[in-house]
Antibody, heavy 117, light 113 residues
Framework: EVQLVESGGGLVQPGRSLRLSCAAS????????MHWVRQAPGKGLEWVSG????????GYADSVKGRFTISRDNAKNSLYLQMNSLRAEDTALYYC??????????WGQGTLVTVSS | QSVLTQPPSVSGAPGQRVTISCTGS?????????VHWYQQLPGTAPKLLIY???NRPSGVPDRFSGSKSGTSASLAITGLQAEDEADYYC?????????????FGGGTKLTVL
């Protein structure tokens, strides 16, 4: 059974940093691209960033480019999102998702990030 | 403003058929990228409902179907049930100037009357 477990969320002040993690199990992690998707309270889904199986291809939404960095450690079956210069508008539930042929086939339960002073 | 456009809400009575549209452009759906659909029940993570425009993952009832034509796609739900009340999102890829990005529709809230 595929499991994706996000962690690292919390309350952080504007301008500070936070690092999210996603622990994967139940599948061969280094066979798949992975993504971070967020959902602000009461709002829709917003793609944040994606990374190919070997980290050779990485993409970011314009809203986070230059502030967020996605990475993965295939030896640890883990996906990360380093978030710097956080803003109030980054407040959201952050999901990690497994990509199969362009489809976000499996999702974690999310970790909540709240940016507030 | 989402790259893919969905109606904010649709509704139908139990047993009826509803459709949800997803309109894109020549840089996403019209460029040939597949469309996928997700169902998000209240308080839960999104769940894959339709992949590759019209394919159902194992376990998804055949009451759910998807189609794609030109720069648009549609999700149809027949024989509406109370448990179908949820938010539905379409997803594709977009080859914008800043690279290849995943894009979502703004979501459609389905109300079963």
């Amino acid at each position: 059974e595929v499991q994706l477990v996000e962690s690292g969320g919390g309350l952080v002040q504007p301008g500070r940093s936070l690092r999210l993690s996603c622990a994967a199990s139940g599948f061969t992690f280094d066979d798949y691209a992975m993504h971070w998707v967020r959902q602000a309270p009461g709002k829709g889904l917003e793609w944040v960033s994606g990374i190919s199986w070997n980290s050779g291809s990485i993409g970011y939404a314009d809203s986070v480019k230059g502030r967020f960095t996605i990475s993965r450690d295939n030896a640890k079956n883990s996906l990360y999102l380093q978030m710097n210069s956080l803003r109030a508008e980054d407040t959201a539930l952050y999901y990690c998702a497994k990509d199969r042929g362009g489809t976000l086939e499996d999702w974690g339960q999310g970790t909540l990030v709240t940016v507030s002073s | 403003q989402s790259v893919l456009t969905q109606p904010p809400s649709v509704s139908g009575a139990p047993g009826q058929r509803v459709t949800i549209s997803c309109t894109g452009s020549s840089s996403n759906i019209g460029a040939g990228y597949d469309v996928h659909w997700y169902q998000q029940l209240p308080g839960t993570a999104p769940k894959l409902l339709i992949y590759g425009n019209s394919n159902r993952p194992s376990g998804v009832p055949d009451r759910f179907s998807g189609s794609k034509s030109g720069t648009s796609a549609s999700l149809a739900i027949t024989g509406l049930q109370a448990e179908d009340e949820a938010d539905y999102y379409c997803q594709s890829y977009d080859s914008s100037l800043s690279g290849l990005h995943v894009v979502f529709g703004g979501g459609t809230k389905l109300t079963v009357l």
